[in-house]
């Protein structure tokens, strides 16, 4: 006996058969259809669907085998596996692969084995779909077609068991990128807040709501201009148009909150627009800045040095007046003096321990003062760059010549008309070690001895920008994730308006993101789905995660969804609405249709079955019963038709049974159910029978005899069918089961054949 070798991707197919979670489950049902149907097509005793794990076979549906399992060593699937077809052996006993073979030596004695091997989507092995008979035969290209055929049925199943796998692996992952992006927005050091193109407040994080001083609750869908203070309106209303407008990708402004006391909160802003695919403005991303503090110590320098200014003006007047007068009193005006020292010392105190760097230069761009956080931020100290060009200590090479364009134009208007004083501006700089970080500017501007000399506050902004980025890379990186899930994701809110969706709606059903965005779904789903799902809506809405199966039309028809609600609950305890997830399974139903069609109709004629007709027989019955009309059941035998198939051969004998099968179907009523019982037998259910007209069903056996007497030609032989008709009448009130019944006109069935050909009997 050969023990079969392992596949080269065996790891790989372990893996993902272990994936799936298959393996030691009850039964499918599906599957089991499957199996009876290959164990009926091909005639065999036994049919399997085997999964080949590591050491062992274990059948998923079998059918004329009772163990569940058996070694995977003795098994011809672990060969099949290896093939690139069918693997066929016709007499395993003439096979040196199997001639010793525990399972042909013993139970289940195995001669005749045809295995299909079963694929991935990704072309793994996992096992066999095979027959076997403990008689050699044949096996031709015919039988290997509809081998397949049911082959491909399972694989269609097993892929949407591997599809559904993958599927929750993308939303455990989209769980995680979603609860990583909430965390890092939740403990972030500054504010965020997300807000419409309108300025209507979408969502925050705590840290935002303590800086502008309002409660969270008081914000969401509150207008931002409501708690903007009035001075600062206007200006911020113009720059936030201008991101909006697509002329600068952010924008950096110093804006005042009015706090829910009265009080005044300063911030330094910036806001950037997120673009939908067609480039229009979606939301705005807002980031906030606590400046409080610096602001107090600039306004505190600000109103110094004017107060040291107006000092020096009053001091200066006051010892030309002294001097003038009184030459001798020579001590006032050194204490004068002294207290001036004193005031610029306080002054300089101030500016060395600003958390800002604080920059003076000359009118030829040479420093002159340079503080403690200027030497932190730039890298220089402060006695190697007093005397030095400032544009060539702290600004890049390439930006040198547009600096000092920039420096002559604000020397020649700043002194006479404020031009740029006061406003922030965002620039590159340059530390010692030619590393270049943004940082922003605020200018200004003092007279000395008739000279200008231009002062600057300098804002490292590095943390800051590194900040916006990465905020800009996870919203871009979870749509990337989100539009490249085979898919439909989206979030509902609370009054079943879509938030959120991915390119799948697109992809399917040729929306557009702007077009579906604040829609109702009722519209979209239509009424009959929403009837369908307003259950699962109410459960989900409730705070229960619930999946549900529906249909929509799409752009190729319709498709069947399988989709899980997810329901978002708030820190207060409300649903605020829910994801949904929904895979395509349209194939999968398309298949469980036509295999359940498969199951209750003859191959042969296309009538329905035995199965299938003792579905219908019960439920006519019922009918009967319930509305106390009568009914009938014809039992039809073909006469002579042995004959005819042993004479003719069984082709001749099947195309006779068609012509039989359609010559029934057209001699009854319309309403009339005609059924293929078993070989030469067929049943005719007959129903709304006239009460007061016991002939009826009589009449309608009648004209199938009459259709017969014509003379028929089938595949060119001249032929004159007969048959013998059993009559059973149900009159509805008793409780004849549908087997008492059919057996009624059975028995009668044979008492017609005693009277000869084409007759009838009750």
Known sequence: MQAPRLPENETERLALLHALDVLDHTPDPALDRITRTAARLFRVPIALITLVDS??????????????????????????????????????????????????????????????????????????????????RTFG???????????????????????????????????????????????????????????????????????????????????AQHIVHPDDLDAGTRLLRTVLAGDVDALNLEVRFVRADGSISWTQLGASALMDAQGQPENLVTVLTDINPRKRVQHELEALQRTLEQRIVERTGELHEVVARLQGEIGIREAAQRA????????????????????????????????????????????????????????????????LAGFRRFL????????????????????????????ELTLGSTRVGGQWLINAFLHDISRRKADELAL?????????????????????????????????????FGISPESLVGTDARAFWGEATFEHLRPSLQSVLSGESVAVEYQLQALTGPMWFYASLVPRTEDDGQVSGFYLLAQDITERKRLY??????????????????????????????RSRRHGQPMAVLFMDLDGFKQMNDTLGHEFGDAVLQHFAATVRGAVRETDYVARLAGDEFVVVLEDLDPADEQSAGRVAAAVLERLVMDQEIEGVA????????????SGRDEETPQELLHRADAAMYRAKALGKRQLAY
């Open 55 to 136: 050491n062992r076979q274990w059948f998923m549906s079998r059918v004329g085998m009772k163990v569940r399992e058996t070694p995977r060593n003795d098994s011809m699937c672990g060969h099949a596996i290896l093939e690139p077809g069918t693997m066929v052996v016709c007499d395993a006993q003439q096979d040196p692969r199997f001639h010793d073979n525990p399972l042909v030596l013993g139970p289940p004695h195995i001669r005749f084995y045809a295995g299909r091997p079963l694929r991935s989507r990704h072309g793994l092995v996992l096992g066999t779909l095979c027959l076997i008979d403990r008689e050699p």
């Open 141 to 223: 290209p015919d039988d290997a077609a509809a081998l397949d055929d049911l082959a491909d049925m399972v694989e269609a199943h097993l892929r949407s068991r591997e599809e559904a796998v993958e599927a929750q692996a993308v939303k455990a992952s989209l769980e995680r990128s979603e609860m990583l992006f909430a965390r890092t927005v939740t403990h972030a050091a500054v504010g965020i807040a997300v807000a419409t193109p309108e300025g209507r407040w979408l969502e925050m994080n705590q840290r935002f709501c303590d800086i502008v001083g309002h409660p969270r609750e008081r914000l969401i869908g509150a207008q």
């Open 340 to 403: 001036l020292n004193e005031e610029k010392e306080r002054f300089q105190d101030t500016l060395r321990n600003a958390s800002d760097a604080f920059v003076e230069v000359d009118a030829d761009d040479r420093i002159i003062s340079w503080n403690r956080s200027a030497e932190l931020i730039f890298g220089w100290p402060r006695a190697e760059v007093i005397g030095r060009s400032l544009s060539q200590t702290i600004v890049p090479p390439h930006l040198r010549d547009a600096h």
């Open 412 to 439: 020649a208007h700043a002194p006479d008309s404020g031009h740029l004083m006061g406003q922030r501006i965002e620039l590159v700089g340059l530390r010692r070690n030619g590393e270049q970080f943004p940082l």
């Open 472 to 508: 800009r890379e996870s919203a871009a990186r979870l749509k990337t994730i989100t539009d490249n899930v085979p898919a439909m994701i989206a979030f509902i809110d609370h009054t079943l308006h879509y938030r959120f969706h991915n390119r799948a709606y697109t992809d399917w």
């Open 593 to 622: 249709q036509r295999i359940e069609h498969e199951a209750m109709h003859d191959a042969l004629t296309g009538l329905p079955n035995r199965r299938a007709l003792m579905q219908r027989l019960d439920e006519a019955m019922a």
């Open 719 to 730: 032929v004159t069918l007969a048959t013998s008709i059993g009559v059973a009448l149900h």
